[in-house]
Structures are given as C-alpha cells and as structure tokens.
C-alpha cells in the first residue's frame, strides 16, 4: 500500500479537501485504483450529531455513515464508494482504545496516547486502506490521507505521531506528504509571502514529518523567485512545489496539478512511475471549460432552514450543478430562508417576507431539502402549495417529501391539522410518522440510515423513466418518520401517487402528483450519488422541467436514442 498523505499549515479553509481529491483523481488518472481516509481529530464519533449550520452537510455513506462533507468529495471527485471506517475521528479511535482497556486486553499495563492511540490509529489505517471502493476485487494500490486541522493543533498531535511511526514503518518509498499552505500578499507592495509556510514547514519537521510536496494556494499564480525561496527554506526541489492558485471552479484543479507534473513527483516518490500511465484528464478539462463558458442559467428557489452557510446543503448544490451542467445550464441557486415565508414574518419582517416571495415567484423550479426541527416548517409547506399550485416544478428531499404530504393532506383532503407527528405530537391526522426499522421504544440509532431499495410500482411514473426504466433503486437515506400508510388511500385517492415503495410497500419513498409538470418528492437524498458526469435522476428531472425540456427528453429516452 502506498500512502499520500496530505496535511493543513497557516489556516484553515484552505481547500485542502479539494486538493486531497484531486491529488486522487490525477493518480487514479495515472491507472492507480485510489482509496481515501478523512481524519477529524474531533471527539465527536461521527458528523452525525454536529450541526450542518456550523460544520456544513453531514454525508451519508451506503453503509450508513454519517460523515465529513469531504468525503462526499472523494466520492464525487474520485468516483469510489467509502465507508464508515474511511472517517477516522478522535472520538472512534479512543472509543476503541477504551472498549479494550474495559475488556483488559492490554494485560495490566498503563493504557497511554503513546503508543496504544497511536497504535490504535496506526492499525485503523492500515486496515482501512485495504477495503476496496472502487467496486473491483483486491486492495485499491493508493491511499490518500487527508489529516483535518491544521499541523500544530493540539488535537492532532496523536495522529501527527501515529503518520510519522507509520512513514518510517511503511518506509519512503511507500510514504508521500504534501503540505498544503498559503501563500499571501500582503500590502501595497504586493509581494508574495513565504514565511508562513516557512514556519509550519518548520512545525511538521519538528514532530518529525518532511513533507515531499509543498501545494501553495495563492491567489495568483506563483513567481519563480517565491518558488525558489520556498525550495530554499523548506528543504523541498523546486520542482515538487505545486502551486494552487484560485480557479474558475474546482474542477480545474485535477488538470492544474497534472500540468504542474505533480503526478510524476508523487510517482517517483512512492516508486510507481513505472507501473503508472500518462494521466488523462480531458473529460476533467472539458467539463471544467464547459462550466466557465455556460451562459444561460436556471433559477433554483432552495428554501431552507439554514441559508447562512451554503455548505449546509453541500451535495445538493453539487447535484444541481452536476443536472444543470448536463443540461447546458449554469445553476442560479436562490437561497430563501423558508422562515422568511410566513404569515408571522410578514407582520415581523415585511421587508423579507416581501423579498422572499418575491425570490420564490422569480424562480423555475423549487426545491425543499431534507431538515430536522420545526424551524421554518410553515413556510416550507407554502412554498410547497405555491409550487403545486401554480404548477412550477417542485423537488421535496426528505423533509421535503414530508412537507409536501402535510400541505396536500391539509389544503386538498381538508384535513387543516395534517401534521408530522416530528412537529405535533397530538396532531389528530399524522399523515408522516414515526418508523423506525428497529425497536419502538429503544430511542437510541433509531434513524434509517444508509441505502436501501425502493421498487417502482409502475413504468409509466416520470421517476422510473428518469432512473432509465429501472425496476428498482438504491439511495441513501437519514431520517426518523415517514408517511403514514394508513393515508397512503386517501392521497392517492385525492392524485398524490407514490410511485416508488421498499421492498415490504409499507415504506413510501417516491411521490409523484398527478396533473402537475413536474411534482416529486423522495424519503431518500438523491443528493449523495450524484456524480459530475452523471447527474442525479431527479435533480435532472427538475431542471429538465424548469427549462420545459423533461418531455421532450424522456420521448427521447424512450425511443432510445
Ligand atoms: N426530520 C425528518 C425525519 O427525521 C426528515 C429528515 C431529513 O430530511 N433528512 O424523518
């Protein structure tokens, strides 16, 4: 196995995950079948229970896991599926250590950070890196190691010592680390400044880690003479100084690092430049150029409950981007706080509820993504009415889906205190419920998380035609409650079919409403298996109906051309 490493200096926020899946792409590119670890040297098991407001989306993974939103980057960078064990934190590794002091697995002996954590961290990679992602058979032959924080955090030191016990353990020709840093200018001068890098060069060395790569972001690119300081005062060739500069967008970095030789320095120190191939990168390229050069746009209402940070809804916003991409389309994505919707906040705030409404009416297609917490629901449940009503495409994802089933059940079967049983416990219509796979009255991982299948329960549904006329489908899923069957009659009765169900019927994963262009929700997120060149069938399906292009493109399909 052969080991990337890539660590953080300066500051944080660097695109370090972006570089890390890149890093990816340009070996796999080479003919090297790549794997991935995130380390977050948090104490919080997983990502599942950190709130997307401060730390952006949780990922789900198809076995379930809740993790870092930088894994859902190497899934789409890199085209591999991960697993749980891919996210290593803090909080798992001492987890394990602690489990095997209980069991008295270390004989008496003092249970240290050196060497049981370190050890435990050391193993945990070892192993994990072996699990094949790419769907082959085998060990993948390459895996990059992106360490969270930035080197000097205190919180990753154990791991900092776990890398350096490994590098010399798996010895140098199987280790490669590339320091990402920054490169700042400062002042009227304008000159590039090295000396942070300097320093946490310095700072890696000192615990005892050489990095063979430095990968410099800057804003513009970097002189020569900034290149030859660096090489000079950070013990790094001149020639394996990468320099990430800003880009139009982030698919230009693959082909950035390619044109910079990167894949070759990184051959030659893991010793492979003879097994490797020349990478190529054209599909990266033109999709990065299509993307700059797209000029017709389609606007997206997102209506939320967090719009602060978009990186809340990361892999929705990929997925709209990857649909639009493939319809020629640059995505305009309006970002409306769906509190902002409400009867309250136009007594509150009229200026954003003005605004709000304003945005929603302004866009072709709106979406509801997935939530928990009432925040905002009300004013979800409008914007759903709105679209259904004046028939402007609508995607409901999870709470999305939820939503939509509480305003036809309240503005159509007249059922006005249709609720979740999530919002309104004593509701006396709970047309979404709780259903929890497993026990009842066990409160603890009671969320349905992970893949599972929802069958088509008939051809001519617009969801099958988009999923290319499959019987069945595998997507994620992260939620508590679902739609009521005891309802499923009455719904369907009044034309809100659901289409697609899990293997039992019970579970309702698809809706569709009849007479309406384009009016879908899902239980699971198809956010999380969308790919750049391959889009997300309903994502596609909602831009295709923004842009009055969905019929024309499934007659297409269905004469199979
Ligand atoms: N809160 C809802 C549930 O638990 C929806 C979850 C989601 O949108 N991911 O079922």
Known sequence: MKYVLVTGGVVSGLGKGVTASSIGVVLKACGLRITSIKIDPYLNMDAGTMSPFEHGEVFVLDDGGEVDLDLGNYERFVDVTLTRDNNITTGKIYQSVLEKERRGDYLGKTVQVVPHITDAIKNWIESVSAIPVDGKEGPPDACVIELGGTVGDIESMPFIEALRQLSFSVGPDNFCLIHVSLIPVLGVVGEQKTKPTQHSVRELRALGLTPHLLACRSAQPLLDSTKEKLSQFCHVPAGNILNIHDVPNIWHVPQLLQSQNAHNAILKQLNC????????????????????????????????????????????????????????????????????????????????????????????????????????????????????????PYLGICLGMQISVIEFARSVLGL???????????????????????????????????????????????????????????????????VNPDVVDKLEGAGLKFVGKDESGKRMEILELSSHPFYVGAQFHPEFKSRPGRPSALFLGLVLAATGQLEAYINNHQNGS
């Open 273 to 392: 430049l003879r097994i490797a191939t020349p990478p190529h990168l054209q599909e990266w390229m033109k999709r990065a150029e299509t993307y700059d050069n797209l000029t017709n746009s389609v606007r997206i209402a997102m209506v939320g409950k967090y719009i602060g940070l978009t990186d809340s809804y990361l892999s929705v916003v990929k997925a709209l981007l990857h649909a639009c991409i493939s319809c020629s389309l640059k995505p305009s994505v309006d970002w409306i706080a769906a509190s902002d919707l409400e009867d309250e906040s136009a007594k509150l705030t009229p200026e954003a509820h003005a605004a709000a409404w304003e945005t929603l009416k302004n866009a072709a297609c709106v979406l509801v993504p997935g939530g928990f917490g009432d925040r905002g629901v009300q004013g979800m449940i409008l914007a759903a009415k709105y679209a259904r009503k004046n028939h402007i």
């Open 416 to 482: 006005s205190k249709a609720n979740s049983t999530e919002f309104d416990d004593s509701t006396p219509d709970p047309v979404v419920i709780f259903m929890p796979e497993g026990s009842r009255t066990h409160m603890g991982n009671t969320m349905r998380l992970g893949s599972r299948r929802t069958f088509f329960q008939t051809p001519d549904c617009v969801s099958s035609q988009l999923y290319h006329n499959s019987e069945y489908v595998d997507e994620r899923h992260r939620h508590r409650y679902e």
